[in-house]
């Protein structure tokens, strides 16, 4: 009974402490809307703020190019020549590839 009574009269000593220690972890660890959540949804916004700004700066690229193609007869023969490798009657066309191949050679073993 002693023991009860010694954690009775902590509680009764300690009480605001202990409730505010409650509310603490309610609100910052179990809670819907605890920190850890708030802390974890502010990052995922950072994240999609960020790829916003990556497909806004494509977008403004593409319509600069967009608006060059449809202004600039010149620029659809690049496009043309380059992407569709067309090319004029009287042209010819070369194609150098840059692909690193595999160099090396295996040897088989000797039997």
């Known amino acids: 009974m002693s023991k009860l009574h010694t ?3 902590f509680i009764r000593r300690h009480k605001y402490l202990i409730t505010i220690l409650i509310f603490v ?9 605890s920190m850890v959540r708030r802390i974890s949804n502010i990052r995922k916004i950072n994240k999609l ?4 700004r990556e497909y806004q ?8 190019r967009l608006n060059e193609l449809t202004t600039n007869p010149r620029s659809i ?7 569709y490798l067309m090319k004029k009657p009287n042209e010819d066309i070369y194609i150098i590839q840059d692909d690193e191949q595999d160099t090396t050679v295996k040897e ?3 039997k």
């Open 108 to 110: 088989e073993p000797q």
């Open 57 to 64: 700066a494509d977008y403004n690229e593409n319509t600069k």
């Open 49 to 52: 703020h960020e790829s916003i």
């Open 77 to 83: 023969e690049k496009v043309a020549r380059e992407k």
């Open 7 to 9: 954690i009775w009269e």
């Open 25 to 33: 972890t309610i609100i910052g660890f179990l809670d819907e809307n």
